[in-house]
């Protein structure tokens, strides 16, 4: 008697339990591997849609990330953690400030990630030192043309139209750390028609080893900030954040995004506006770091208007 009794009771409190708590809706993802590019090694791509995604006709802005096996999973990651991109996005969408957004992941190409992220401006500008340093960190052509060339005319249409997304300029964003962060830099100056929103995490101004370099190449630094100013273009609604932290590969940024900075607020772009520039102290050049911030960085980023 006493077991049925029991059983009847565990069969009530099961009952009780709503249907959603055993499977909450926290987005889902799509692999794409071997997904050939011109002129490019062979790409790879994972992206999230978020959560409610199938189930409404909604559209959604769209977050392009480099390094993408480095943001969701972490057992397809380099290192053993992940930036959480997914639930740095939740997090974002909680405070009513974010819309929620599809994440597209594009995974670095193992050994070509440097020649597939180095601005090529920068490698054509660099005296001959420093381009015989990057030549060796490369390994091969720099490609980032024909990367960037494939991600906004041939990925972004494919996205497009295959997914329900905003496609507008201001409802997709590029983010990027570290090399990752200097062709997000690249993208927004080079294809302000199509980037309205981008973040350099982390970006590694000086390039090539920072040691070989001293504690800043006031050259290099000129020529980015220089190269930022020129070529950013008219606010317009855009929104630019950079950041970096204090610690292990990160201790050397300092004295370039402090260069950047003194000339874009010399620009007409309004600092914590349009563009925003952060440094967290401590914070290592690392995935873990990246995503303790992230939450804010997209807060920021993708803010609704108003």
Same mark, same amino acid.
């Given at each position: !008697?006493?077991?049925?009794?029991?059983?009847?009771? &565990? %069969?009530?409190?099961?009952?009780?339990?709503?249907?959603?708590?055993? %499977?909450?809706?926290?987005?889902?993802?799509?692999?794409?591997?071997?997904?050939?590019?011109?002129?490019?090694?062979?790409? =790879?791509?994972?992206?999230?849609?978020?959560?409610?995604? *199938?189930?409404?006709?909604? =559209?959604?802005?769209?977050?392009? !990330?480099?390094?993408?096996?480095?943001?969701?999973?972490?057992?397809?990651?380099?290192?053993?953690?992940?930036?959480? +991109? @997914?639930?740095? $996005?939740?997090?974002? $969408?909680?405070?009513?400030?974010?819309?929620?957004?599809?994440?597209?992941?594009?995974? #670095?190409?193992?050994?070509?990630?440097?020649?597939?992220?180095?601005?090529?401006?920068?490698?054509? %500008? #660099?005296?001959?030192?420093?381009?015989?340093? $990057?030549?060796?960190?490369?390994?091969?052509?720099?490609?980032?043309?024909?990367?960037?060339?494939?991600?906004?005319?041939?990925?972004?249409?494919?996205?497009?139209?295959?997914?329900?997304?905003?496609?507008?300029?201001? *409802?997709?964003?590029?983010?990027?750390?570290?090399?990752?962060?200097? $062709?997000? &830099?690249?993208?927004?100056?080079?294809?302000?028609?199509?980037?309205?929103?981008?973040? &350099?995490?982390?970006?590694?101004?000086?390039?090539?080893?920072?040691?070989?370099?001293?504690? +800043?190449?006031?050259?290099?630094?000129?020529?980015?900030?220089?190269?930022?100013?020129?070529?950013?273009?008219?606010?317009?609604?855009?929104?630019?954040?950079? @950041?970096?932290?204090?610690?292990?590969? @990160?201790?050397?940024?300092?004295?370039?995004?402090?260069?950047?900075?003194?000339?874009?607020?010399?620009?007409?772009?309004?600092?914590?506006? *349009?563009?925003?520039?952060?440094?967290?102290?401590?914070?290592?050049?690392?995935?873990?770091?990246?995503? #303790? =911030?992230?939450?804010?960085?997209?807060?920021?980023?993708? =803010?609704?208007?108003?």
């Amino acid at each position: !008697m006493l077991g049925r009794v029991l059983a009847a009771l &565990c %069969a009530l409190l099961l009952a009780t339990v709503p249907a959603h708590a055993a %499977a909450k809706d926290t987005g889902r993802l799509l692999e794409y591997e071997q997904v050939p590019a011109a002129g490019l090694p062979v790409q =790879r791509l994972t992206i999230w849609l978020p959560p409610g995604y *199938d189930r409404s006709k909604r =559209r959604y802005g769209v977050v392009y !990330m480099h390094d993408g096996h480095n943001l969701f999973d972490v057992r397809k990651s380099n290192f053993n953690k992940i930036w959480a +991109a @997914d639930k740095a $996005m939740l997090a974002a $969408m909680r405070g009513g400030k974010v819309a929620p957004h599809i994440i597209v992941g594009i995974w #670095a190409p193992g050994n070509d990630r440097y020649r597939q992220y180095l601005p090529r401006p920068a490698y054509d %500008a #660099a005296p001959p030192a420093l381009r015989a340093q $990057m030549d060796a960190m490369a390994g091969g052509p720099i490609v980032s043309d024909a990367y960037l060339t494939w991600i906004a005319e041939t990925l972004k249409p494919w996205v497009d139209s295959h997914l329900r997304t905003r496609s507008g300029r201001d *409802d997709t964003a590029i983010v990027g750390s570290s090399m990752g962060g200097l $062709m997000s &830099c690249y993208a927004f100056v080079a294809r302000p028609q199509v980037f309205g929103r981008a973040a &350099c995490v982390s970006s590694h101004w000086p390039a090539v080893d920072p040691t070989k370099l001293g504690d +800043a190449s006031p050259e290099l630094a000129a020529y980015w900030s220089n190269w930022l100013a020129q070529g950013i273009g008219a606010r317009d609604g855009r929104r630019l954040w950079m @950041d970096h932290g204090t610690a292990t590969l @990160d201790a050397f940024y300092a004295p370039y995004q402090e260069a950047i900075d003194a000339r874009l607020a010399a620009t007409s772009w309004r600092r914590g506006t *349009d563009w925003e520039s952060k440094v967290y102290p401590g914070a290592e050049h690392e995935e873990n770091a990246w995503a #303790a =911030r992230l939450p804010e960085l997209f807060t920021w980023l993708l =803010r609704r208007p108003g």
